[in-house]
């Protein structure tokens, strides 16, 4: 049996759940055992279970016609209904759903009662505008309440959202609402960020400015107070249309697998591809997942997922999940440094948050800035902690366990795509015995296989992640092109769904992300993974962050190139940038081996990343083959490419 990816990073650190924490875990061994005997009815008992339907279904999966699933499809259901109002009936309309913190310190937190209310008058209002089921929306907000009201309110319609980062240019919100025909677009004037106002409304004027569009109306909430060009006809404002219409609006049920939304996915390996979710499986999934992973317990707890609303994250752990499951939530606006380096701290003392969810770039950044910033805050309410996004290195889940989570509590990687619509693998917190940098174990009734090139399923080592059975949450398509579904995930092994990405399985059958399979290098005939490499030098005391790239090398086929962060507090170190390179490759070869030793190590100050956070590999692989620089539409901040460029030529 051939293998795919050389692994050889050995982590041998492990985790118990406490006692405490583990007598009161909502999650029991019951999960599995049920899904092992009947995945199919383990689903059904979950999708009855955690929704309400209108319509009971009595056919739970319907794969006739594969890649195009259909779960609980006689099944009629509300999607906002299972969000707000059934939590208001049930008698918990005063339990508060949104802690709204804008980044200037003002503050608005809603009841599922207020947010019900408001969610009604809203799709009152798009109803006035012409939206009926199935047309397409488009929202370009802020992190602030009306985006989730919007896209609740939409749902609530069987219309179908499509959410645009707010930090994509017009040319970007453009092509996503001629993708998917978009007849209104949600917007602010302008948002805070960094203690400025950025604007939006600006940028959905320049992106519809030829007067060619599909969209017949622009819906304006004010936020930031700046600005703004009006088109008569077109642009209505928020506050002054929602005071106009109808407080009661009654949901109508929808078919389970009625369109919900489409989003588009990050971009880190090219052109982001708009993904369709459907509405049934996807809240089974998002609303199971929700809260087993994090242990919620909706009297009690408070919880905060930082992600933006224009990631997939934001949809089922801002947005789906957590409100399903009645949860009391904090949404914040702004950046993490705005205005002082501990905002998030702060925001958990004030709130005092018990669950948060973030991304390995946010973890590695505050490593960068020092422990003191946290350690200033009281951070003692927290009880868990979530990781998405990327792989987490060993090290820096370490340090979130010490230095935010206090040592004792504990942390779940998270393992999923926008297309896999919720968490795929994870460690359920209460039962899994931890491993620092191991996303670990399938989702009860998720099936996850490992295979080598040939499609052989390998029992140990490093290969290629697929899902080998249908799921509640997966894509339904890519919108409005059927073929590139099938070939982008389906026809690489018949009938499994291909992630990308690359994993290993360890002796206990446990599961490490290795990063995406474009990625990875080849030394020797060797192959290597990127997150590996990167964690062996985040190991080392002086690194925050780190990326690697297999650049041409005339020996070995490919070397590998890193480019790392240094910790704040070891930057004046940084005499001899030769030395610490030296330093740095040696640690990797001790730790790995020499195949996997940098020919160069660059010191740099920032990485080139997505909107969301992640690494762009292929940019770093442009500079350290000394190509022009390929697609930045991407890139959070293009400056980032020139900056580095300079530093290696
Ligand atoms: P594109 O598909 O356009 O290149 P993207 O893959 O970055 O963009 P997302 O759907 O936001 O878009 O990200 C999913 C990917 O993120 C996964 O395929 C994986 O590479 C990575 N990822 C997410 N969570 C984890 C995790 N816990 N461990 C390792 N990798 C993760
Ligand atoms: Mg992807």
Known sequence: MSVQIDTSLEEIRRFRPSPEFAAQSVATESLYTDAKADRLGFWATQARELLHWNKPFTQTLDWSNPPFAKWFDDGELNVAYNCLDRHVEAGNG?????????????????????????????????????VRSGDRVAIYLPMIPEAVISMLAVARLGAVHSVVFGGFSADSLRARIDDAEAKVVITADGGWRKGKVFPLKNAVDTALEDGQSSVNHVLVVKRGGNEVQWTEGRDLWWHDEIAAVDADHVAKPFPAEHPLFVLYTSGTTGKPKGILHTSGGYLTQAAFTHKNVFDLHPERDVYWCTADIGWITGHSYVVYGPLANG????IYEGTPDTPHQGRWWEIIDKYKVTILYTAPTAIRTFMKLGRQIPQSFSLRSLRLLGSVGEPINPEAWIWYRHVIGGGSIPVVDTWWQTETGAIMISALPGLTDLKPGAAQVAIPGIEIEVLDDDGNKLEEGGGLLVINEPWPAMLRGIWGDPERFKETYWDKFQGKYFAGDGARLDEDGDIWLLGRVDDVMNVSGHRLSTAEIESSLVAHPLTAEAAVVGAADETTGQAVVAFVILKNSHEHDIADPDEIAALLRAHVAQQIGAIARPREVFIVNELPKTRSGKIMRRLLRDVAEGREIGDTTTLADTAVMQIITSKVR
């Open 94 to 130: 005063d339990r508060i759903a949104l802690h709204f913190e804008g980044e200037p310190g003002d503050s608005r937190s809603y009841s599922y009662a207020e947010l019900t209310a408001e969610v009604k008058k809203a799709a009152n209002l798009l109803t006035a505008l012409g």
């Open 327 to 330: 949860a009391t939530q904090v």
